[in-house]
C-alpha cells in the first residue's frame, strides 16, 4: 500500500528563518511521482513541484529547495529565509504511474510570524 | 493553460437537500476527474474517480448512492451530495486530468467548493 507520512503537524518560525518540512514515503512501486502543493487559507492548491522516481537531484527554485533521497524513502522541503506569505499548510503526495491515484500525507501546517 | 473551476465556490443548504457541484476544466479535454474530501484541519481524501462517458469508481467507504457523480462531457463532472446532513459539510476539491501529450498524468485541481449543511 501506498502511504506518505508527514511526521510534522505544525510548524511555527519566525520570519527570515529557513525551516525544513519532512516527507517519507511507502511505495511498492519503482516508478512513482512524488509532489509538494501548498495550501493557503484560501484553500486552492498551489502546486510547488514534482519529481519522479528516476530523477534524483536536489532542486531549488528561488527560496524552495527539495531533497529528494530514495534510499530512504524521503522527499523534504525546506524554505529558505521564511517570509510570512509561506503561511499556509503544506502537503507531499505521492502518485503511481498507473491509476493516476495521489496519496495525500496528512500536511504540515506552517506559521511564520513577523 | 490547464485551469479547472468549480461552481459554486461556497454552497449552504438545509438538512436533508440535495446539492450539485460542478467541476469544468476549461481549456483541456478532461478524460478523468477526480473528487476529494477534506474536513478542517485534515488531509484530503479521494472519493472517486471519474472517467468521461463511464460510472464513476469510488473509494471503500464512500456512498455512491449519496454522493452522485456524472461525468457526462470532456470538459465537465457533477458532484450531487444528495440528502445531506450536516457531517457531509466540508471542502470538496476536484482535479482534472487528459491524456493528451504533454499534459498526460499532470492532474490539475480547482478551487474547492467550501460546503454547509444545517
Known amino acids: 500500500a501506498q502511504k506518505v507520512t508527514q511526521a510534522q503537524t505544525e510548524i511555527s518560525v519566525v520570519e527570515k528563518e529557513d525551516v525544513t518540512l519532512d516527507c517519507v514515503y511507502e511505495?511498492?512501486?519503482?516508478?512513482?511521482?512524488l509532489f509538494w502543493y501548498k495550501q493557503p487559507p484560501s484553500g486552492e492548491l498551489v502546486f510547488l513541484i514534482r519529481r519522479n522516481s528516476f530523477d534524483e537531484q536536489n532542486e531549488i527554485s528561488g527560496r524552495y529547495s527539495w531533497n529528494f533521497q530514495k534510499s530512504t524513502s524521503s522527499f523534504n522541503f525546506t524554505i529558505t529565509a521564511s517570509q510570512v506569505v509561506d503561511s499556509a499548510v503544506y502537503f507531499c503526495v505521492l502518485r503511481d504511474t498507473g491509476f493516476q491515484k495521489l496519496v495525500f500525507g496528512t500536511g504540515t501546517r506552517l506559521l511564520v510570524s513577523p | 493553460g490547464a485551469v479547472v473551476s468549480q461552481h459554486p465556490s461556497w454552497v449552504i443548504c438545509k438538512s436533508g437537500t440535495s446539492v450539485k457541484i460542478e467541476c469544468r476544466s476549461l481549456d483541456f479535454q478532461a478524460t478523468t476527474m477526480f473528487w476529494y474530501r477534506q474536513f478542517p484541519k485534515q488531509s484530503l481524501m479521494l472519493m472517486a474517480t471519474?472517467?468521461?462517458?463511464?460510472?464513476?469508481?469510488?473509494e471503500q467507504g464512500v456512498e455512491k448512492d449519496k454522493f452522485l457523480i456524472n461525468h457526462a462531457s470532456l470538459t465537465l463532472s457533477t458532484l450531487t451530495v444528495t440528502s445531506a446532513h450536516p457531517e457531509d459539510s466540508s471542502f470538496y476539491i476536484c482535479?482534472?486530468?487528459?491524456?493528451?501529450?504533454?499534459?498526460?498524468?499532470?492532474?490539475?485541481f480547482g478551487p474547492g467548493t467550501r460546503l454547509t449543511v444545517t
Open positions: 471519474s472517467n468521461e462517458g463511464s460510472k464513476a469508481t469510488y
Open positions: 482535479s482534472a486530468t487528459s491524456g493528451t501529450s504533454g499534459r498526460a498524468n499532470e492532474q490539475y
Open positions: 511505495t511498492r512501486d519503482t516508478t512513482y511521482y
